[in-house]
């Protein structure tokens, strides 16, 4: 199984607009960062899409990934939904619309905001059909699971994905370490996990927060993403253990 990381960065990118690249390097290209997102692609080539950041058009072009067989929400704040309308190009050559899935409110959420996408409108077809995690445990060859996690007053949905007997946990948009989240991400083979800076959040985890994440859950290896402009690649990987790796734009891991 291979991580694709579309995106690495937190909901403005590093730099933000401006030209704001705070304590980064803008001289180190690991610094760029667009919009958190992932792929998750198995032996057999089918791949899974984790949220539809808002530079999602940019990060498949880039990555080379013209078609996913299935697309994930975590939740529906902006930088991880925004870039829905660019299913529309992976909708052509199919004979129905992209299946979906995310937590019950997520689904009514996206589906309020983005009527068209999961409905259809004035002639054009439905891209995507929306359905919920409840029932859902293997799709397109992965075993699926998944918890909530506060996300400050809100809540995010993390995932864990097993194919060709590895696993990969996606935990982004967290601010507590809870039961659940430390039996889905379990041993994982790969943990990708929220960092958005040193200092705690109200919203999200810091580097210590996500540290203690890796460590206690096991995980054999780590990821961390969504990094603000505090987090200066170079710097963090001096920061970091030996299994912790500092996330960026393009960064892909084989399992």
């Known amino acids: ?52 950041s808002t530079d999602l058009r940019h990060q498949l072009l880039a990555n080379r990934i013209d078609k996913v067989d299935g697309v994930f929400w975590t939740h529906d704040h ?3 939904c925004h870039g829905i309308d660019d299913l529309r190009v992976m909708r052509y050559d199919r004979s129905g619309p992209l ?21 259809g409108e004035h002639g054009y077809p439905t891209i995507c059909e929306l359905n919920t995690l409840e ?28 194919a060709d007997g590895k696993s990969i946990v996606y ?12 039996d889905l991400s379990k041993a994982a083979d790969l943990l990708v996990v929220d960092c958005l800076r040193r200092r705690p959040h109200p919203t999200h985890a810091h580097l210590e927060m996500a540290l203690q994440l890796a460590e206690r859950s096991g995980a054999r290896r780590a990821v961390l993403t969504h990094l603000d402009k ?26």
């Open 230 to 255: 505090s987090m200066d690649y170079r710097t963090l990987c001096g920061e970091v253990p030996g299994n912790v790796v500092v996330g960026y734009d393009g960064l892909e891991v084989q399992l």
């Open 171 to 182: 935990a982004t948009d967290f601010s507590e370490i809870v039961p659940e989240l430390l």
């Open 1 to 52: 199984m291979k991580l694709v990381m579309l995106g690495s960065g937190t909901s403005t990118g590093v730099p933000r607009i401006g030209d704001d690249w705070g304590d980064c390097d803008p001289s180190e290209p690991r610094n760029r960062r667009t919009r958190v997102s992932i792929v998750v692609e198995s032996r057999e080539g089918k791949r899974l899409l984790v949220d539809t």
């Open 78 to 80: 902006a930088d991880h």
């Open 99 to 119: 299946p979906g899935f995310a937590a019950d409110e997520t689904a009514r959420r996206l589906r309020a905001r983005f009527g068209y996408v999961f409905a």
């Open 135 to 162: 029932r859902l445990r293997i799709f397109a060859g992965f075993g699926i699971a998944h918890c909530q996690m506060p996300h400050g007053p809100a809540r995010s949905t993390a995932y864990r994905f097993d």
